[in-house]
């Protein structure tokens, strides 16, 4: 069984004015999007400003999403990190903070993660998810190596279609997308689900176009263009337009 089918959020993490983690209020977040129709909470990702967070601080954010979240909806947390053995320790920690499964974008510069994977695993008493997101982690994880990789699931932000197809060819686990334009595609290839930005703002349209709703897949990339040209501040601003959350972020901080 995938960890779960649909719409997943990639959570934003929200500070006080003073810049101080709020968990309570992104667990209370979290909350309301699930009651929204969310089927997965990822924390401490890439959305989530993973890289401004203390080891502490992400331990705290999974203990409040996960305690906020009901059982049958996972939490995932953001593992990765620039070596095997960080994000091994990461992961250690997550899954004893309560989360269910975590998730690792692929180290920056290195063409062939499998090392790195295997390090991670081997931390990992539940399930691991792969991250390719070059956007963020260049080169990300070749196609081909995929099928070598000690995982359960792939997460693919980098908003390539073919490449996408790709993977549902020749990968055999979880697969979801991390982009907003092919919420409706992945539906449609009998992917597992999306983990999506968007879904702060918009859940509602991510799962229509997550069910083959056109019309919404069109209205959730203009949504997603807004959010995202100013990242992640602009995911941030427009979910406070939405829930009343707050707009601070470490980035650049």
Not at 38 to 63: F, N, Q, S, W
Not at 85 to 102: I, K, N, P, S
Not at 103 to 125: F, H, I, N, T, W
Not at 230 to 246: H, N
Request: net charge negative; with cysteine; aromatic share 6%.
């Amino acid at each position: 069984m995938p960890l779960f089918t649909g719409v997943g959020v990639a959570l934003v993490t929200l500070f006080r004015e003073d810049g101080a983690l709020d968990a309570p209020a992104t667990a209370d977040l979290a909350a309301q999007l699930v009651g929204l129709g969310v089927r997965c909470v990822l924390v401490a990702g890439t959305t989530g400003e993973a890289a401004a967070l203390t080891a502490e601080e992400r331990d705290a954010l999974v203990g409040a999403v996960r305690a906020a979240s009901p059982a049958e909806v996972p939490v995932l947390a953001g593992t990765g990190a620039p070596t095997g053995r960080q994000a091994a320790e990461l992961t250690e920690r997550a899954f004893a903070a309560g989360a269910d499964a975590v998730l690792a974008l692929s180290p920056d510069g290195v063409p062939d993660p499998r090392p790195y994977y295997e390090a991670v695993a081997k931390a990992a008493p539940g399930p691991l998810l792969a991250y390719h997101f070059p956007g963020a982690s260049a080169p990300g994880i070749p196609v081909d190596l995929l099928p070598d990789l000690p995982v359960s699931g792939l997460k693919d932000s980098s908003g390539d279609a073919a490449r996408l197809l790709h993977e549902r060819d020749v990968f055999a686990g979880d697969l979801y997308t991390g982009a907003a334009t092919l919420v409706g595609l992945c539906g449609a290839i009998g992917a597992a689900g999306a983990l999506v930005a968007a879904a702060n703002v918009a859940p509602e349209l991510c799962i229509a176009a997550w069910g083959g709703d056109a019309d919404a897949q069109v209205r959730l990339a203009a949504v997603d263009r807004d959010a995202s040209a100013d990242f992640p501040a602009g995911y941030k601003r427009s979910a406070a337009e939405r829930f009343g959350t707050s707009v601070v972020t470490r980035v650049g901080g």
